[in-house]
């Protein structure tokens, strides 16, 4: 029911201008497919759908494939927006951040196939990386300094 509702909702953003959770709902039911709005909100999050602008001030829902190329430009700008700089305890990469930008940057190496990091913390201008192993720590960090020399 889940994945038939889902094709549903990415067919009719394609399809017409939806700019509220109410107006989306309302196609949805009129497709067969009474939903609450704690469902479509929970849809939405996990479509991973996010609003554009129109150009006439009016915004719409829009989907952005994750392997997409154009996600994954977006991901890299943000990682280099907010990168100051990075150092290494063993198998522990440290990354300081622009203050405010720890999470926006975390969430950003979550999508950069970073196969190394078994699993991050961020604070405000903190991330630490807990990586496989010391050998990793080093060749993650080469690959992050191309990334930041773009």
Not at 23 to 28: F, N, Y
Not at 79 to 101: C, H, P, W
């Amino acid at each position: 029911m889940k994945s038939g509702r889902h094709a549903k909702i990415l067919e009719l953003i394609g399809k017409y201008d939806i700019e509220t959770q109410e107006e989306l709902s309302a196609r949805l039911l009129e497709e067969g497919y009474p939903v609450t709005q704690a469902t479509v909100s929970r849809d939405i999050r996990q479509l991973k759908l996010t609003k554009v602008s129109q150009g006439d001030g009016r915004q719409k829902y829009t989907a952005f494939l994750e392997n997409g190329r154009e996600l994954d430009e977006r991901y890299t700008r943000v990682f280099r927006e907010g990168f100051i700089s990075m150092d290494m305890a063993q198998n522990i990469l440290v990354i300081k951040t622009v203050s405010g930008m720890a999470m926006a940057v975390a969430a950003a190496l979550d999508h950069m196939d970073c196969s190394e990091i078994v699993g991050s913390i961020a604070g405000d201008d903190t991330i630490m990386c807990a990586v496989r192993t010391v050998e990793d720590t080093v060749q993650l960090m080469e690959r992050l300094r191309r990334i930041t020399e773009g």
